[in-house]
């Protein structure tokens, strides 16, 4: 029998961070064996943000850097860029024309940057479709992904819904994946970290760059436990042998931090030995990133050809 399939991508927009990796990659990671997995590189949703060509490419191949680097093996995973496969954005605009515009205003995206009077270009309002076109194509079971992407897997689920009822079944159904504990992992100021707040913990930060982060988190002064050391500290101990150090150092915010930088440098250290790695060899990495394209151009294409027979554009 064949397995199930995963999708899902992560936009080249900046430094990955300790946040995409707990709330998404080590999803992919340790999701890899059980599904047939396809993990991109959303270079064509960061073009939103990104508008300056070597800047792009540099995002590209460090992301591709980044996910050989936690452990994602192309044997087992193909991994590629979006704007390799058209079909993602050819697909797009066959939803764009089966979707309204009311139904795309409820997007939170969309609504925040309403909210703070942002100029809002059409790829920012079209970003769902776009999103949903690259997980539709591939016809995955699972999308994992943090909570602020829920509503966008979502909009895929609908406008697979809403194609099916009006050219026949097509698409499946895909679902969420979204952990519990790491949904929504607070950044050094207590907001959610996030590359748009510069409140994050780079997931590759060289010892003395995680001491500054560290040191940088915001902490009250009430009871003995800073509660943004703590929600960070979570991620690299058990809530068992917390309990013991913050009851032990509780009130002393200079000595939980350095014990915090401690663990954080004890897990970053090989990730980033691995990733120096990776980065002598550059062309090999590209090389890895268009092979896994070429196959997932295979399934893309099969798929958008069966959406072009439903859809009635087959003549020939
Ligand atoms: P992005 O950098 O926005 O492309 O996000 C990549 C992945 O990381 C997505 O699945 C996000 O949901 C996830 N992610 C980003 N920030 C956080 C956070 N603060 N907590 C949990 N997951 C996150
Ligand atoms: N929108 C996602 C983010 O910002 C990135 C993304 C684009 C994605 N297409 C996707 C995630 C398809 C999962 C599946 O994090």
Avoid at 23 to 39: D, H, P, R, T, W
Avoid at 98 to 120: F, G, Q, S, V
Avoid at 133 to 142: Q, T
Avoid at 289 to 315: Q, R, T
């Amino acid at each position: 029998m064949s397995k199930k399939v995963l999708l899902s991508g992560i936009k080249p927009t900046g430094k990955l961070h300790i946040a995409n990796y707990f709330g998404a990659m080590k999803q992919f990671v340790n999701l890899a064996n059980e599904y047939e997995s396809y993990i991109f590189i959303a270079d064509y949703h960061a073009l939103n943000f990104i508008k300056n060509k070597e800047e792009m490419k540099q995002n590209i191949t460090d992301v591709l850097l980044d996910y050989l680097a936690v452990g994602l093996d192309p044997e087992k995973v193909t991994i590629f860029k979006q704007s390799d496969i058209s079909e993602h954005t050819e697909l797009t605009w066959i939803f764009d024309t089966i979707t309204t515009m009311p139904y795309l205003e409820l997007a939170h995206a969309y609504k925040d940057a309403r909210a703070k009077n942002k100029e809002i270009n059409v790829g920012t309002f079209n970003y769902p479709m776009l999103m949903a076109a690259d997980i539709l194509l591939y016809n995955p079971e699972v999308v994992p992904v943090g909570q602020d992407q829920k509503q966008h897997v979502e909009y895929a689920r609908d406008t697979a819904q809403k194609f099916n009822r009006i050219f026949g079944e097509t698409f499946k159904l895909p679902k969420e994946i979204i952990m519990e504990n790491t949904a929504n992992i607070p950044g050094t100021d207590g907001r959610k970290m996030s590359k748009s707040y510069g409140n994050t913990i780079p997931l590759f930060a060289e010892y003395e760059e995680i001491k500054k982060c560290v040191m940088g988190i915001v902490t009250d002064s009430s009871g003995g436990i800073p509660q943004n050391v703590y929600a960070i500290h979570k991620l690299f101990r058990s809530e068992e042998e917390l309990k013991k150090i913050y009851e032990e150092k509780s009130g002393k915010y200079k000595e939980l931090k350095e014990a915090l930088i401690e663990d954080i440098e004890k897990f970053i250290a090989p990730l980033r030995a691995k990733r120096k790695e990776f980065e002598k060899d550059i062309p090999k990495a590209l090389a890895i990133l268009k092979a896994g394209g070429e196959k997932a151009k295979i399934v893309a294409k099969a798929k958008m050809e069966e959406v072009k027979e439903k859809i009635g554009v087959n003549v020939y």
